[in-house]
C-alpha cells in the first residue's frame, strides 16, 4: 500500500544572525531584520507612561506590578543559569522591601536614597543568607528557597519587630507615576538586556559552565562557591529592588512582602516565557501579570487559572513562548509533499 | 642533596562505609619526575587521585606540595598552586562549542595571574591548545558542540584543560581508556614534549601498561588501597604480589 | 505538671508530624518524586469526606473509605498525566506537582471553604487522664495509627517483594528494569500509596481542628521539614525526625510562645539543609561529600 504524505520542513532564514557571534549584517533590510524586534519593544515600553490619558491609572499600575514580576523572574533566570533553582523569589523582594522601610522609617531618608541602598545592602544580605547553602543543589536548594521567606514571615510575626503583623505604613512616595514607571520600566530592561549580554561574555560562560558540571570547573581552577555568590549577589539585585520600589509606591511593607505570590508569579513566567533567555522571562511577565488583572473577578480561581498554565507549559512546551516565537522569526516553515511512504 | 620533593604523600588513608579505599599510601616526587600509578580495579587509584587533588578529604594523612602541607584543600586551590589533574570519566561542558570548553580554565585565577593581567583572545589561546593536542588544524572540530566530539577527542580536550591551566604537576586518569592504539601512539609524543620540554611532573593513572611504562620512570602499585610495590616498572614486575594481583585480570602484565 | 503536658502533648504533636509527612516520604522514598502536591491532596481528602458525609449523608467510615480511594486515584492520575512527561527533570517534577497542589488548593477556597463549619467527626469521643493530662481518644488513636502505619510501611519497604523491589527502582532504574519492573507502574503506585496516605493522615489529624485551606500550606511545609530533618528516605528516619520536630515544637510552643511555633519547622529546614543536608539520619554520600 503507498500512501501520499506531508512533512514539515523548517529553514534558516538567508542571514546568518544566528549563529553564535557572526554577524554578517550586508544590508539595511538585514540590520532592520535584527534590530527592529528588539527597538519595537524597547520604543513601546519607553512611550507607554506618555499614554496616561489613554490607556488611564488603572493599566498604569498594572503595568507597574508587571515590571516587578519581570524583574523578579529575570532575577529567577539569571540563578538558574548558575544552576541555583529557586522556589523562593519572594526572599529577595521581601528583604528588599523591608529593608527600604526600616531605611525610611529608621533615619528618614528619601526614596531615591533608600532605594538605592536597600537595593545593594539587600542583595548583600541575601547573599550573606544563602551563603551556606550555595553547595545544595537542585532540588535542596529549591527547598531551602521555598521556606526562607516564610521562615522570615514567622520570624517577623513572632518577634514584632519592623511593625510585626501591621507592617510598616505611611512610608515617603515617589514622586509621580510617570517617575515610577521609567524608572522600572528602564530597570526591567536594563536587566533584561544586561543578563543577556553578560551570559555571553567569558564571565558568563564560566557562570553557565557552573550549572553544567561544577566538577570540571573546580578542576579548571575556579572557586565555584564565590562564583555562585557572585550570581547570587547580581540575581538579588533586581529582586531587591523590585522589593523596595513597591514598598514606595504603596507607601506601606507588612509580611506579605514575603508572601508564596511573589515566589509563585515569576517562575510561572519563566516556564511560560522559558528560561534561559531573560527575554522570555519578561515575556512571560508580560503575559501573566496583565492576564491575572482581566481575571481579578474570577478571585482565587485565577489562581489556579495559572497554576494550570503553570502545568500545561512545564509539560506541553518546556522551551516556552520566547524561543517558539523566535524559531518563527528565524525560519522559514513549509509543508513538502513525501515522495512515497510505504505503510 | 637534592631540594624539597615537588609532591609528597605521607600514610595517606581513606574509608569508605567500612571499605578501605586507600590505605597508609605514602611515596614522594621530585620536579620532572614521571610516576605511574597502577593497580587492579577497585585498588583505589582513583581514590588517591582525589584525595591529592582535594576531591575527596582524606581520614588521615598528609599531602605535601613543595614541603607545603596542601592536605584536605579545596580543588580549585590545589589548581591555583599548579596542580591539574583529568578525569577518568570525561563530562565536558557538552553544550558549549569545543573551543568554549577551554575558556573556563583559562578564566581561571592561575592562568590570569601567569599571564599578569593580560591575557589577549581567551578564544584564540584555545584553539591554539585543541591544535597541541591533536586536533586537526584548521578543522571545524574546535566549533563543534562538545557533546558530538567522538571519544578520543574528548580525552585530548580533557588533557586540554589540564594543559591550559599551566601546570607544575599534570594528573591523567586513565587517559588512554577508550583510546585507539594509533591515538595513544599519537599522545606519546605530546606526553614525552609536556614531560621534557616543558618540565612538568607528570602522573598517570593507567591500566595500559605497555604504553605507560613508555612514558614513566617510577611505577607504584595499589591493591585492595595499599601500595605493594615502587620502583621502575622493570622492578615492580618482578615482585611477586603485583603479578598475582594483575594475575588473570590483566593480559598486558606480561609487558 | 507543666513538663508531663509537655511530654504528652509532645509525643501526640510527633505522631501528627509523623502521620503528615508519611505519604511524601513513602513517595519520595519510592520513586524519588518530591511530591509537591502533598498538601492538596491532603486537603482534599478531608474536605471530600465533609462533602460526603454532610452533603450526601453517607455514613463517615463510608465517606473516609471513598475519600482515602479519590485521593489516590488522584495521586496515580497526577503521575499518569501530569509527571510522565517530565519524569526525570527534578525542577519540573517540582514545579507541576506544587501546581497541582496549589490548584487544588485555591479551588476550593474558590468554591468558598473558606468558613468555620467545615469539620470532621472525630473517630471516637471523649477523651482519658494520662498522669493527670487529659487527653482525648481522637489523639491517642492518631498515636496508634501513626505506630501501625509507620511499621506497616517499614515492613513494606524491608521485607515485602513489591516494596524492595519499588526501593531497588528508586536507587538503580536501570537494574529494576532489567529484572522486570515497569517503572511507570511502580512509580504510579508510589504517587497513589502516597497520596492514601495523605488521606488517611487528613482523616486521623483534621478531627482536632477545623479544616482550613491554609492547612493545606502547612501540610506540605512540615512533610518537608519532617523528611529534610530525618534523611530523604528511610521510615526510620522519619519517626524521628517527627520526634525531634515534634518535642522541639511544643517545647518552644510552651516556654516561647506559640507563635514561635511555625516558626521552629520552618528553621528546621534551613538548619538542616545548611548544615547536613542529608539529614540528621541520612547517608546520602553524593551529599556530604560535595566539596
Redesign the interface.
Same mark, same amino acid.
Given at each position: 500500500m503507498v500512501k501520499r504524505g506531508y512533512r514539515k520542513e523548517r529553514l534558516d532564514r538567508g542571514i546568518k544572525a544566528r549563529s *553564535?557571534d557572526i554577524f554578517a549584517i550586508a544590508s539595511w533590510r538585514e540590520t532592520l531584520y535584527l534590530i527592529l524586534p528588539r527597538a519595537a519593544v524597547i520604543v513601546s515600553l519607553l512611550a507607554f507612561p506618555l499614554l496616561k490619558d489613554v490607556l488611564g491609572h488603572y493599566w498604569q499600575n498594572v503595568m507597574l506590578i508587571t515590571c516587578t514580576i519581570a524583574l523578579l523572574a529575570l532575577s529567577w533566570d539569571l540563578l538558574a543559569s548558575v544552576g541555583l533553582?529557586s522556589?523562593g523569589q519572594a526572599l529577595f523582594f521581601g528583604v528588599g522591601a523591608y529593608l527600604a522601610g526600616f531605611l525610611s522609617r529608621t533615619f528618614g531618608w528619601t526614596p531615591l536614597l533608600t532605594i538605592p541602598a536597600s537595593t545593594v545592602a539587600g542583595a548583600l544580605l541575601c547573599t550573606a543568607i544563602l551563603f551556606?547553602?550555595l553547595?545544595?543543589? +537542585? !532540588?535542596?536548594f529549591?527547598?531551602?528557597t521555598?521556606?526562607?521567606p516564610?521562615?522570615m514571615m514567622?520570624?517577623i510575626?513572632?518577634t514584632k519587630i519592623l511593625g510585626g503583623t501591621e507592617g510598616l505604613s505611611g512610608l515617603p512616595p515617589l514622586p509621580d507615576i510617570t517617575f515610577e514607571l521609567y524608572l522600572v520600566i528602564t530597570a526591567a530592561l536594563v536587566c533584561a538586556f544586561g543578563f543577556k549580554r553578560l551570559m555571553d561574555t *567569558?564571565?558568563g560562560?564560566?557562570l553557565?559552565?557552573i550549572r *553544567?558540571?561544577d566538577?570540571?570547573?573546580?578542576?579548571? +581552577? &575556579?572557586?565555584?562557591q564565590w562564583y555562585k555568590a557572585q550570581a547570587v549577589f547580581i540575581a538579588a539585585l533586581p529582586g531587591t529592588f523590585a522589593g523596595a520600589f513597591l514598598t514606595h509606591h504603596y507607601q506601606f511593607v507588612g509580611m506579605p512582602a514575603f508572601a508564596?505570590d511573589f515566589s &509563585?508569579l515569576p517562575?510561572t513566567s519563566v516556564?511560560i516565557g522559558g528560561a534561559g533567555t531573560f527575554a522570555g522571562a519578561v515575556l512571560g511577565a508580560f503575559i501573566l501579570v496583565p492576564l491575572s488583572e482581566v481575571l481579578r473577578a474570577?478571585?482565587?480561581?485565577r489562581?489556579?487559572i495559572y497554576?494550570?498554565f503553570? &502545568?500545561i507549559f512545564? !509539560?506541553g512546551l518546556?522551551e516556552g513562548i520566547f524561543r517558539f516565537i523566535e524559531r518563527k522569526y528565524h525560519q522559514f516553515e513549509r509543508v513538502v509533499p513525501l515522495e512515497e511512504v510505504r505503510a | 642533596m637534592r631540594t624539597d620533593p615537588i609532591l609528597r604523600v605521607c600514610n595517606l588513608s581513606k574509608r569508605f562505609g567500612g571499605v578501605n579505599a586507600v590505605y597508609d599510601v605514602s611515596f614522594y616526587l621530585y620536579e620532572g619526575e614521571t610516576l605511574g600509578i597502577i593497580g587492579p580495579n577497585g585498588s583505589g587509584k582513583s581514590t588517591l587521585i582525589n584525595l591529592i587533588?582535594g576531591?575527596v578529604k582524606p581520614d588521615s594523612g598528609k599531602v605535601y606540595f613543595r614541603g607545603r602541607d596542601i592536605t584536605g584543600i579545596?580543588?580549585?586551590?590545589a589548581?591555583?598552586l599548579g596542580i591539574?589533574?583529568?578525569?577518568q570519566l570525561v563530562?565536558?561542558? $557538552?553544550?558549549?562549542?569545543v573551543y568554549?570548553n577551554l575558556?573556563?580554565?583559562? $578564566?581561571?585565577?592561575?592562568?590570569r595571574k601567569l599571564k599578569g593581567g593580560k591575557y589577549g583572545d581567551?578564544d584564540e589561546v584555545a584553539i591554539h591548545l585543541l591544535e597541541e593536542v591533536g586536533f586537526e588544524r584548521d578543522s571545524q572540530v574546535p566549533f563543534k558542540t562538545a557533546g558530538t566530539l567522538p571519544h578520543g577527542y574528548m580525552k585530548r580536550l580533557e588533557l586540554a584543560?589540564c594543559l591550559s591551566?599551566q601546570p607544575e604537576v599534570v594528573i591523567l586518569d586513565e587517559l588512554f581508556s577508550g583510546m585507539s592504539m594509533s591515538e595513544i601512539a599519537s599522545m606519546l609524543p605530546l606526553l614525552e614534549k609536556i614531560n621534557r620540554e616543558e618540565g612538568r611532573t607528570l602522573i598517570m593513572v593507567e591500566h595500559r601498561l605497555r604504553e605507560l611504562f613508555r612514558v614513566v620512570g617510577k611505577v607504584i602499585v595499589l591493591n585492595f588501597g595499599m601500595k605493594i610495590a615502587e620502583g621502575t616498572p622493570a622492578e615492580v614486575m618482578e615482585v611477586e604480589e603485583v603479578r598475582k594481583a594483575y594475575l588473570g585480570s590483566e593480559v598486558e602484565a606480561g609487558a | 505538671m507543666e513538663l508531663v503536658n509537655v511530654l504528652v502533648f509532645g509525643l501526640v504533636n510527633s505522631a501528627v508530624l509523623a502521620l503528615t509527612a508519611m505519604g511524601f516520604s513513602l513517595t519520595f522514598g519510592l520513586s524519588g518524586v518530591?511530591n509537591f502536591a502533598h498538601g492538596g491532596l491532603y486537603l482534599l481528602a478531608g474536605y471530600t469526606s465533609w462533602i460526603l458525609a454532610n452533603r450526601l449523608n453517607l455514613p463517615f467510615a463510608v465517606s473516609a473509605v471513598l475519600a482515602v480511594i479519590l485521593a489516590a486515584l488522584l495521586g496515580a492520575l497526577i503521575y499518569r498525566l /501530569?509527571l510522565m512527561? /517530565?519524569r526525570g527533570i527534578?525542577?519540573?517534577e517540582?514545579?507541576?506537582t506544587?501546581? /497541582?497542589g496549589?490548584?487544588i488548593l485555591?479551588?476550593f477556597?474558590?468554591m468558598g471553604f473558606v468558613t468555620y463549619e467545615f469539620n470532621l467527626r472525630p473517630f471516637v469521643k471523649g477523651s482519658v487522664e494520662i498522669a493527670g493530662v487529659a487527653v482525648d481518644y481522637q489523639r491517642i488513636l492518631i498515636i496508634g495509627i501513626g505506630l501501625v502505619l509507620a511499621a506497616g510501611l517499614w515492613y513494606f519497604t524491608r521485607r515485602t517483594r513489591i516494596g524492595l523491589a519499588l526501593r531497588g527502582m528508586a536507587q538503580d532504574e536501570y537494574t529494576a528494569l532489567s529484572v522486570g519492573i515497569e517503572s511507570d507502574w511502580a512509580a504510579a503506585l508510589s504517587l497513589a500509596l502516597g497520596a492514601g496516605l495523605a488521606a488517611v493522615a487528613a482523616l486521623s489529624i483534621l478531627p482536632l481542628g477545623i479544616i482550613s485551606i491554609n492547612i493545606g500550606?502547612d501540610v506540605l511545609?512540615i512533610a518537608?521539614?519532617v523528611t529534610?530533618l530525618g534523611g530523604l528516605e528511610s521510615t526510620t528516619g522519619l519517626v524521628a525526625g517527627a520526634f525531634i520536630l515534634g518535642y522541639a515544637m511544643t517545647f518552644t510552643s510552651t516556654y516561647l510562645?506559640p507563635?514561635?511555633m511555625?516558626?521552629v519547622y520552618?528553621?528546621a529546614?534551613?538548619l538542616v539543609?545548611?548544615v547536613k543536608?542529608s539529614g540528621l539520619f541520612g547517608k546520602s554520600k553524593e551529599?556530604e561529600e560535595?566539596?
Open positions: *553564535d533553582v522556589l551556606p547553602v553547595r545544595l543543589r +537542585g !532540588i535542596y529549591g527547598l531551602i521555598f521556606a526562607l516564610l521562615l514567622r520570624m510575626e513572632a *567569558d564571565y560562560l564560566v553557565r559552565a *553544567d558540571n566538577r570540571s570547573v573546580l578542576a579548571s +581552577g &575556579i572557586n565555584i508564596l &509563585i517562575l516556564v474570577f478571585g482565587t480561581l489562581v489556579v497554576c494550570s503553570l &502545568i512545564t !509539560i518546556p | 587533588t576531591f579545596t580543588p580549585d586551590k589548581v591555583s591539574a589533574r583529568s578525569f563530562r565536558p561542558f $557538552y553544550n558549549m562549542a568554549k575558556v573556563i580554565p583559562l $578564566y581561571s585565577p592561575r592562568v581567551r584543560r591551566l | 518530591a /501530569v512527561p /517530565v527534578v525542577l519540573s517540582v514545579i507541576a506544587f501546581a /497541582v496549589v490548584a485555591e479551588l477556597r474558590w500550606y511545609l518537608l521539614a529534610v510562645g507563635q514561635w511555625e516558626a520552618m528553621a529546614i534551613v539543609l545548611a543536608p551529599l560535595r566539596v
